[in-house]
């Protein structure tokens, strides 16, 4: 418009905007007691690895101290780790899984 006074500043168009939901690591920490089978039990029976990949995965954070275990939604995200935590209470050994935004 000529006369700029009478515009007022409101954005008309914008990008299409495309929400994706937020994604959150799963990981699984070191620990002097927790025995190295039982984590491979784990990595096998809540993360859907093999049984190659899971003794890889869990020498990974024996020796570094943690590893990203899978990358999920929020809900998922959250059941994986009550799911873990449960089962390694349950047996008693001290697992450690969090989640954490990517
Ligand atoms: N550090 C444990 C041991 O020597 C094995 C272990 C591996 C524990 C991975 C936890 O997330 C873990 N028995």
């Not at 994706?20 to 927790?34: E, F, G, S």
């Not at 943690?66 to 209470?89: C, N, Q, R």
């Amino acid at each position: 418009d000529d006369d700029s006074d009478s515009d007022i500043g409101v954005k008309l168009e914008t990008r299409p905007k495309t929400k994706r939901p937020p994604l959150y690591k799963v990981m699984i920490l070191n620990d002097d007691y927790t025995p190295m089978e039982f984590v491979v039990t784990v990595l096998e029976r809540f993360f859907g690895m093999t049984h190659d990949q899971s003794v890889e995965i869990m020498l990974a954070v024996h020796q570094k101290g943690l590893a990203v275990v899978g990358v999920f939604s929020h809900e998922i995200a959250e059941t994986k780790v009550a799911l873990v935590m449960d089962y390694a209470g349950r047996h008693q050994h001290p697992l450690q899984c969090t989640m954490e935004k990517e």
